[in-house]
């Protein structure tokens, strides 16, 4: 059996943003550093570090996610 397993594909949301070049350029170079294929994985795992680590956030989720109605 091995170790890791690929990620499952997921439904994809193509965004548009506009940042400072001199932060882009570091982000290019920190893909680079770190092995990022694609910008994309850098954005995506960079976010998924923020909503997991700020607990503030996690607090305010919790309170304002609407419940699905269960039918």
Known sequence: M???KP???QE???IRIQI???ILSDI???CDYAGFKKQDEFFEEAALHI???DKDF???KDANV???NAE
Do not use: C, F, N, V
């Open 51 to 53: 909503l997991t680590k």
């Open 58 to 60: 996690k607090e305010w």
């Open 12 to 14: 994809r949301t193509q």
């Open 66 to 68: 609407q419940p699905i």
């Open 20 to 22: 400072d070049a001199h």
């Open 28 to 30: 290019t170079r920190y």
């Open 7 to 9: 990620k499952p594909k």
């Open 2 to 4: 091995s170790i890791i």
